[in-house]
């Protein structure tokens, strides 16, 4: 299966937007492709960051009738070029109650009432090579002005035409069934978080098919491929190129604060991402164009997150546990020991953190014995150390007799642990303790606290799951901070994250055995941006093959693919949230450099990796 995305500008004329899809369509199908992906507003140009149109009769006079001529013209293209096409658009929905019709213009258009918007939604729209609209779906996440002018109207009823919708089989579901695989729809921000692009997964979908306009790299180069990688599914993202305002604009949000007009442009960078994250086709340029990846239709239909398993052979949809999920706010069990307040009597946050990972090379004893070495010289607040770090083979942990020696070397190291620490002072890991795999923390004192590991994973198949989440409130010298720990395969979960993220936490600690480099190098971080977290995880070190060859129907010999393959090594990362609490800060910089809310990234390295952490910054929560 043949896949394109396009990039192009629009403007706030709709037959020159038209002329600019017809024209891309046009020089993508010189590929051949069985499926083309347009960007987010084709038919108009709006940017979320800020007021693109005058008021609301410009929106509704901007958007399209789902029977008009112009998305008619594209149900032409697909016929033309045998193809599915993927469109996002404004689109007119029924008028409610606030609005009149205005006969002397011909057309219908809302008389606004005081605060009223127009049923306006941003719809992506799946055409089939017959030329039939055979699914749409509206954005699901509205960002910035897109909430002053649009709905998400999915559950409205539609007046498709006829000549559009002829011999469709209506589908409500989400996930679109084709010849050519199952069809996901993903529009603007809704990748920003886990849960669009997670329930098209778990309702089967095997490729999501992106229509984006956005003038940062966030998308791009990280939140597209966590949601790619963590789901076990393509993506293909379209993006705009050119200005995403009106020139002349001087509305929203562009204030001495915040970005100049000239930075509002689309970036482009469309791309096509396999299930394990890899890039299979970039536009590495923000000039109009289009391009292409042949997705092998074998690991197409073996693509979803229904049958994809981990490395370790953990089926991922058995990793799932919604009933942890349902009540994301629902209060959990909070562990608190001590307040340190301010003076008005409020528990103080402190602005900084030292954190540290730790990473020995040794196993059992001598594992322990090197910790201890490295505490009794070392000043750290926080010291991460890797799942099970004493254990080199985790396949050992099957063994009964293995098993209880790991239960008597976990209450070994507490002991000598907690001898060396200092007050203030906390170690975190993974242990065996009560026949149970449990991150822990240890302080001066022996455990300070423990959670229990919550999803099933292969290697620790024999391991009790824990049906709740720790918060802990942690002293530190200057404050207290709230901390949770997840442990094995939890953190690889958004679900859990965001529970734990939902209870106010500042600091997520990650004892993990990394299975996959696509964990540190996009799920992780993800995570910390979506959740607005910081996070301290650490892995033993590990080795994976980095395949430099994208087309799956290469004929290369078997010896130069091994001549294209590399190994690089994975291991941990201290992410860590800015300071500023200003939601762009990066634009009082002189360079815009093209991240909103990237986390500071320190990658594990080595026996010892420091870094000092803001957790104050993750009680703004005005990302999330």
């Known amino acids: ?39 987010e507003y084709c038919n108009s140009q709006f940017c979320n960051a800020h007021s693109s149109y005058i008021d609301h009769n410009q929106a509704w006079n901007e958007a399209l009738s789902i029977d008009g001529g112009f998305l008619q013209r594209i149900a032409e293209q697909a016929i033309k070029h045998n193809c599915y096409i993927v469109i996002n658009v404004t689109l007119r929905r029924e008028l409610s109650g606030a609005f ?70 209506v589908n409500n579901a989400e996930v679109t069934t084709t010849p050519v695989g199952k069809l996901g729809l993903l529009a603007g921000s809704d990748d920003m978080t886990y849960k669009a692009s997670r329930d098209l997964a778990t309702g089967g979908a095997q490729l999501l098919c992106h229509s984006m306009s ?37 509305q929203g949000l562009l204030s001495q604060e915040n970005p100049s007009q ?70 959990r069990n909070k562990i608190l020991q001590h307040n340190v307040a301010d003076s008005e009597g409020r528990t103080k946050v402190p602005v900084t953190a030292n954190v540290a990972i730790f990473a020995t090379y040794k196993s059992n004893e001598q594992a322990i014995e090197d910790v201890c070495h490295y505490i009794e010289n070392n000043l750290s607040d926080i010291i991460q150390l890797p799942e099970l770090f004493f254990v080199e083979d985790k396949k050992t942990t099957d063994n009964a007799q293995q098993l209880a020696q790991i239960f008597n070397l976990s209450k070994q190291l507490i002991n000598q642990v907690s001898a060396v620490l200092r007050p203030f002072q906390y170690v975190c890991t993974s242990l065996v303790l009560e ?56 953190a690889n979960i958004p679900e859990i994250v965001k529970v734990v993220a939902l209870n106010g936490i500042h600091l997520l600690l990650v004892p993990f055995d990394i299975q996959e480099p696509c964990e540190v190098e996009y799920s992780l971080l993800s995570r910390a941006a979506e959740n607005r977290i910081c996070i301290v ?7 994976f093959t980095n395949d430099l060859s994208t087309d799956s129907g290469n004929n290369l010999t078997d010896t130069k693919k091994q ?27 002189p360079k815009f450099d093209g991240y909103i809310n990237r986390p500071l990234v320190k990658h594990q390295y080595g026996k010892i990796t420091k870094a000092v952490i803001h957790p104050i910054a993750a009680c703004d929560k005005s990302k999330r």
């Open 1 to 39: 299966m043949r896949v394109a995305v396009a990039q192009f500008a629009t403007s706030l004329n709709v037959q020159e937007n038209l002329a600019s899809c017809i024209r891309m369509i046009k020089e993508a199908a010189v590929c051949e492709p069985s499926l083309i992906v347009l960007p």
């Open 100 to 169: 009149q019709n205005n006969k002397q213009a011909g057309v219908i258009e809302p008389k606004m009432k005081s605060s009223a918007k127009s049923n306006i939604s941003v719809t992506s729209c799946l055409f089939s090579p017959l030329g039939i609209l055979i699914h749409q779906e509206d954005k699901k996440t509205l960002v910035g002005y897109e909430n002053d002018f649009f709905i998400s109207a999915d559950n409205l009823t539609d007046n498709i035409s006829e000549n559009l919708t002829e011999n469709l089989d």
């Open 214 to 250: 956005s003038f940062s790299l966030d998308q791009s180069n990280l939140h597209g491929p966590a949601r790619a990688s963590e789901n076990k599914v393509f993506l293909a993202s379209a993006n705009k190129v050119g200005s995403l305002l009106q020139q002349g604009k001087s």
């Open 262 to 331: 000239e930075l509002l442009v689309g970036i482009g960078r469309s791309q096509i991402i396999s299930p394990d994250g890899k890039i299979l086709a970039k536009m590495m340029d923000d000039e109009a164009g289009f391009v292409f990846a042949d997705l092998d239709l074998a690991d197409l239909a073996r693509c979803s997150i229904k049958n994809k398993s981990r490395p370790d052979g953990t089926e991922l949809i058995k990793q799932l546990r919604p009933e942890l999920y349902q009540e994301l706010t629902l209060p």
């Open 435 to 490: 026949g149970k795999h449990q991150a822990v923390l240890i302080n001066e004192h022996g455990l300070f606290a423990m959670q229990q590991q919550l999803h099933f994973c292969q290697r620790y198949q024999w391991t009790a799951l824990g049906d709740d989440v720790n918060i802990i409130e942690l002293p530190l010298e200057q404050g207290n901070i709230n901390v949770a720990m997840l442990t094995a395969d939890d």
């Open 537 to 543: 995880a650490a892995s033993r070190e590990k080795s």
């Open 563 to 589: 001549n294209k393959i590399k190994y690089h090594k994975s291991t941990g990362l201290i992410a860590n949230l800015t300071t500023d609490s200003i939601l762009l800060p990066q634009w009082k910089s």
